[in-house]
Every structure is written in C-alpha cells, then in structure tokens.
C-alpha cells in the first residue's frame, strides 16, 4: 500500500492520483493544473480622478425655518434653490450648485429681514393703538 504525500490518504499500488485530493502519487505523472487567463484591467488616464470641490451647503434648515418663521414666499424661493445645490453638485455643475448654494443663503436672510422688521412694525402698531385706546 501507498500513502499520498499530499493529504496522507492511503491508496492502491499502481494508482496515479490520489483519490481524495487529486495529487500525483510518488512519481507518477505530473498533473497539469490549469490556470484562469488573468483579465486585464482598464485603467483609466491619470486626469480621470481629479478631485471634485467640496459640496456646498445647502442652507435648506434655514430656508425651512424661514418659511415656518418669517416670511413664506422668500422661504419657499430658498427652498427651491436649496434642493437644487445637490442636484446640480452630483450632476457636475460645480459652479452652478455654489451658485444655487449663495442664493438660498441670501433669500433666506432676505427673508429673515423682511420677517424680523414686519414684527417690529406690528408691535409699534399694536402698542400705538393700546396707547390710543388709554388715551381716551
């Protein structure tokens, strides 16, 4: 009886291969293992992975809160804008998404202005008339 050198299995005299693993048994014939062609990789020119600019904020909380708070048609004008900054930014438009990115930010301050002096107004307006009903 022999042994396989590979995975100790014993085997019958004369037998090429082990059974169990598949090795050539003391000097019997070489098995001729095959082997996969290697696949050849695309590489892509070196100005192919040029960095992309940082994303710009989108300013969305401030344009909701804007909205909510102060003033709804230049919230909703900021809202717009902002959901436009991710669009244009994954799409490549870099320039445009820091463009939209600027003008949801102005908007929405626009608006927090616009909100802020209204309330301003509205007080003088509501304490000029509780001083006019006093003064009666």
């Known amino acids: 009886m022999a042994f396989c050198n590979n995975c100790g299995n014993q085997v019958n ?8 693993c598949g090795q050539p048994i ?8 095959y082997q996969q062609p290697q696949q050849q990789v695309y590489q892509q020119p070196a100005q192919a ?27 909703i004008y900021a809202i717009i804008l902002a959901n436009k900054v991710d669009k244009l930014y994954y799409s490549g438009q870099y320039d ?4 939209a990115s600027r003008e949801a930010k102005k908007w929405s301050i626009i608006g927090l202005v616009i909100g ?16 006019a009903m006093f003064a009666e």
């Open 49 to 75: 992975y040029q960095q992309q600019p940082v994303k710009p904020d989108t300013h969305m909380i401030l344009a909701i809160l804007t909205t909510i708070f102060c003033c709804l048609p230049t919230g």
């Open 13 to 20: 005299d004369g037998t090429k291969f082990c059974p169990k």
């Open 116 to 131: 802020i002096i209204g309330g301003i107004l509205y007080a003088i307006y509501y304490a000029v008339v509780i001083a």
């Open 96 to 99: 445009e998404a820091e463009n």
């Open 26 to 33: 003391n000097g019997g014939p070489q098995q001729q293992v």
